[in-house]
């Protein structure tokens, strides 16, 4: 694990990279009673053609781990520094990446890939509630096969009885605190059936926000007969920006968007999916972000009603078939992408 400590006099020290071990914390510790921590996720992979070793759009990881930081009064740092401790960390933890040059790679060999943690901790040893001026940062990885499962089946609580995010609120940092309190209602979700609840936001407007902790999509025809994929915008700060949101956007704009094809993002409600799957104008749904990658969606669950959503491939919607594979170009393929950056 990569470990790099924070004092409000001295600053930042010197990163090290040491073995894999519990920390010694004071049970005061700032994190432990207040939640001062945020945390990233990212992916790193081998090239099946190259051998190299990549990850993915890392500055945008440093930029949003910064914004989470400032959000809990951690310490904010240089994140051309961030770019490079993970690209550090990689190169000694790649070893656990399949192929080493000169082994043939499989088929199979693409899916594996490490999923890097970075992490910050408040430390100070202080029970008043004030920003901390000790922190901690640390990289730490597993070794993960990609998410390729059956298509998802969301429930979508009222928004009387659960929300995620609300404007001013958080839900627009990866900050831990954003995380324990959704387990029991995805756990009574997860009994009943579903794989993940999709976060509705506000008892009027009943506005689809995201599905678990990955961001959401949906593809329609409108009434007026554009085809339109939309996601819920970040400007009331109720969703995270992920990464994987942003490149599903930029591909989209870049490669399907025209006359007949909207790219938007924009606040639409549960009751807008329901009357597009009523009329016959729902072409789909996928959920995306770094561990689910794009993952499609099949059904959904909203008072009392199932509804189904198509998946024109069988086990996906086109699009979201379509938008994967450009992805998976763009990390494994021959070309150079700018959005791959080698460690
Ligand atoms: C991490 C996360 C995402 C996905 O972000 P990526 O950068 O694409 O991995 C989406 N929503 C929430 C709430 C998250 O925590």
Not at 40 to 50: F, I, L, P
């Given at each position: 694990?990569?470990?790099?400590?924070?004092?409000?006099?001295?600053?930042?020290?010197?990163?090290?990279?040491?073995?894999?071990?519990?920390?010694?914390?004071?049970?005061?510790?700032?994190?432990?009673h207040?939640?001062?921590?945020?945390f990233?996720?990212?992916?790193?992979?081998?090239?099946?053609?190259?051998g190299?070793?990549?990850?993915?759009?890392?500055e945008?990881?440093?930029?949003?781990?910064?914004?989470?930081?400032?959000?809990?009064?951690?310490?904010?740092?240089?994140?051309?520094?961030?770019?490079?401790?993970?690209?550090?960390?990689?190169?000694?933890?790649?070893?656990?990446?399949?192929?080493?040059?000169?082994?043939?790679?499989?088929?199979?060999?693409?899916?594996?890939f490490?999923?890097?943690?970075?992490?910050?901790?408040?430390?100070?040893?202080?029970?008043?509630?004030?920003?901390?001026?000790?922190?901690?940062?640390?990289?730490?990885?597993?070794?993960?096969?990609?998410?390729?499962?059956?298509?998802?089946?969301?429930?979508?609580?009222?928004?009387?009885e659960?929300?995620?995010?609300?404007?001013?609120?958080?839900?627009?940092?990866?900050?831990?605190?954003?995380?324990?309190?959704?387990?029991?209602?995805?756990?009574e979700?997860?009994?009943?059936?579903?794989?993940?609840?999709?976060?509705?936001?506000?008892?009027?407007?009943r506005?689809?926000?995201?599905?678990?902790?990955?961001?959401?999509?949906?593809?329609?025809?409108?009434?007026?007969?554009?085809?339109?994929?939309?996601?819920?915008?970040?400007?009331?700060?109720?969703?995270?920006?992920?990464?994987?949101?942003?490149?599903?956007?930029?591909?989209?704009?870049?490669?399907?968007?025209?006359?007949?094809?909207?790219?938007?993002?924009?606040?639409?409600?549960?009751?807008?999916?329901?009357?597009?799957?009523?009329?016959?104008?729902?072409?789909?749904?996928?959920?995306?972000?770094?561990?689910?990658f794009?993952?499609?969606?099949?059904?959904?669950?909203?008072?009392?009603?199932?509804?189904?959503?198509?998946?024109?491939?069988?086990?996906s919607?086109?699009?979201?078939?379509?938008?994967?594979?450009?992805?998976?170009?763009?990390?494994?393929?021959?070309?150079e992408?700018?959005?791959?950056?080698?460690?």
């Open positions: 694990m990569l470990i790099a400590n924070w004092n409000k006099t001295t600053g930042w020290g010197a990163p090290s990279i040491v073995p894999y071990a519990p920390l010694a914390l004071d049970p005061a510790s700032s994190v432990l207040y939640a001062t921590e945020c990233e996720g990212m992916k790193a992979y081998r090239n099946k053609r190259t190299k070793v990549c990850i993915f759009r890392p945008l990881n440093a930029r949003r781990m910064n914004k989470s930081c400032d959000r809990v009064s951690l310490p904010t740092f240089d994140e051309t520094e961030f770019v490079k401790l993970v690209q550090k960390f990689t190169a000694v933890e790649k070893r656990y990446l399949a192929w080493q040059g000169e082994v043939e790679m499989t088929e199979t060999d693409d899916s594996d490490l999923y890097l943690r970075p992490m910050m901790i408040g430390t100070s040893a202080r029970l008043g509630v004030t920003p901390p001026n000790d922190a901690m940062f640390l990289i730490i990885a597993s070794r993960l096969q990609s998410y390729n499962s059956k298509p998802l089946r969301l429930l979508a609580p009222s928004p009387e659960a929300v995620r995010a609300w404007p001013g609120g958080f839900g627009n940092a990866k900050v831990g605190g954003n995380y324990g309190p959704t387990m029991k209602i995805q756990t979700a997860a009994k009943m059936g579903y794989d993940q609840i999709l976060w509705l936001f506000d008892a009027k407007r506005l689809v926000t995201e599905a678990g902790a990955a961001n959401f999509f949906v593809v329609w025809t409108t009434p007026k007969g554009t085809t339109e994929i939309v996601t819920c915008p970040l400007t009331e700060g109720i969703v995270l920006e992920g990464v994987t949101r942003q490149s599903v956007l930029d591909l989209a704009r870049e490669r399907l968007a025209g006359p007949s094809f909207n790219v938007v993002e924009r606040e639409f409600s549960i009751d807008e999916i329901v009357k597009a799957a009523d009329e016959g104008r729902l072409i789909e749904a996928f959920a995306c972000g770094t561990a689910y794009i993952a499609p969606v099949e059904l959904l669950g909203y008072e009392g009603r199932q509804i189904e959503i198509p998946l024109k491939m069988g086990t919607g086109f699009y979201a078939q379509t938008i994967r594979r450009w992805l998976e170009e763009i990390m494994y393929g021959e070309t992408h700018q959005w791959a950056v080698t460690v």
